[in-house]
């Protein structure tokens, strides 16, 4: 008589160890697997080049989620289900909301800390710069002669239909707005922003790059821009020219220095792989990838030692 008892039991034995042997090579490596989920303002041919090189580096997957607006508040809605490990801005402001939203957590890392100077980073660990861009000033290489300038001066009689602006409903310009409040006060920006309203020669209207290309169209005589447009404009054939007919004008360097603004990162409450985040923020300072940084979007470098401009 066949012994089924016995045949059913090493039957047992051999699917047993079938699934321990198929699990060695394929559960095993998924558990293994290592990846960060980022959450980027950041546009995506920007910082795809770094998160392609720290794969390289390290073999950990950098996946990535790129938009202009609404990450913070996805964040927000997935709360402690969200896969997202880092969020990645293009400025100071998302960050500040991020933290007081609750949606950050602070780290302390001797890298981090070591690189990026004490102006640029949370001094409870929520948040750390990135690059740095200068609000500064464009000015017409034929009819402007000054090469110093202030903020505070944009509203004197001598700039009176001279100047170009996008909305000040941007961001770039809201920083600014809020970095004259902090100097000034309420009041005092209000009446700044009434007189360089007052200076424009048309209606604020494009984006940083057309308000040259008014200067150079003769439209306007001056604007306000972020510094990196200009390398942007310098590698774009088509707009080379527009480029050189300006000079870039640094304000206040003789008081408070220049307004700058910083793309930066932050590691989110629930970060599910919080070490390797860490790592790639770790990268994301190192000397290499601020090379990346200034190469790719013409942005001065934050970590410490990495640009020689004057600008505070």
């Known amino acids: 008589m066949f012994p089924f008892k016995k045949y059913f039991i090493l039957r047992s034995i051999v699917k047993f160890f079938k699934i ?24 995506s041919f920007l910082v795809k080049p770094l998160f392609e090189k720290f794969t390289e580096q390290t073999g950990i997957e950098v996946n990535t989620i ?15 289900n969200s896969p997202a490990d880092l969020l990645q801005t293009s400025n100071f402001t998302r960050l500040v909301e991020a933290q007081e939203l609750g949606l950050t957590q602070s780290i302390q890392d001797s890298t981090l800390e070591e690189a990026i100077p004490n ?21 017409s290489q034929e009819r402007v002669k000054e090469n110093e300038i202030t903020y505070e001066e944009l509203t004197t009689s001598k700039w009176n239909r001279r100047i170009c602006s996008r909305s000040g409903k941007h961001d770039y310009n809201i920083d600014l707005i809020a970095s004259m409040i902090a100097h000034h006060g309420v009041e005092e920006s209000k009446l700044w ?26 439209q306007c005589n001056i604007s306000l821009g972020n510094s990196y447009y200009f390398g942007k404009m310098m590698a774009d054939p088509e707009q080379q020219e527009w480029a050189r007919s300006v000079k870039l004008l640094f304000p206040n360097q003789e008081n408070r220095g220049t307004h ?27 000397e290499d990838a601020q090379k990346i940084y200034a190469e790719v979007n013409y942005e001065f470098p934050v970590r410490k030692g990495g640009w020689r401009s004057c600008v505070v």
């Open 66 to 80: 790129f938009a202009s607006k609404g990450l913070i508040q996805k964040i927000q809605m997935e709360d402690r």
């Open 193 to 218: 922003l009434k007189g360089v309203k007052e200076n424009l020669a048309r209606r604020p209207q494009g984006n940083d790059r057309a308000q040259v290309k008014a200067i150079y169209a003769g």
């Open 20 to 43: 321990c042997f198929l699990s060695f090579f394929f559960v095993i490596p998924m558990i293994l697997s290592a990846e960060v989920n980022v959450y980027s303002y950041r546009q």
């Open 260 to 286: 700058v603004n910083i793309s930066g990162m932050a590691i989110t409450k629930y970060a599910p792989n919080r070490e390797d985040a860490i790592k790639l923020m770790r990268f994301l300072v190192s």
């Open 119 to 139: 102006a640029y980073k949370d001094p409870t660990g929520n948040w750390f710069g990135l690059t740095i861009r200068a609000r500064l000033i464009y000015a």
